[in-house]
């Protein structure tokens, strides 16, 4: 039978193996349901969550820690191309269609970006 994370947390769920509640015997049409009633005696579902990390659509999705000092992330903006638009070993100019670039390499001088 079909049911949706919140018929736990509803006023109108059986805790019926065999009946999923009262309005939707068979569970409810769709991603969520209409008569849904919070039960204020059901168990508070606890999101926890790390630090660097956050819900999104009910999944726990952890940012990746960078092992940079405020320092080093606030210098990257004098030397970086995506900043200045000039390669910093060699200072060829890069191509000014940034919208789309995930890497910065150099053509000229081969110069890797290793940030990402």
Known sequence: MPKIPECDRCLLYSHNPHLVCVVHPTGPQGDSCLDFRLDPNAEAEELWQPERASYYNGELIVQPQQHWT???????INWHPMFTGRCPQCNAEFDRDWSARVHWDCPECGWMDDTV
């Not at 405020?70 to 990257?76: A, G, S, T, V």
């Open 70 to 76: 405020r320092e080093q992330q606030l210098e990257l």
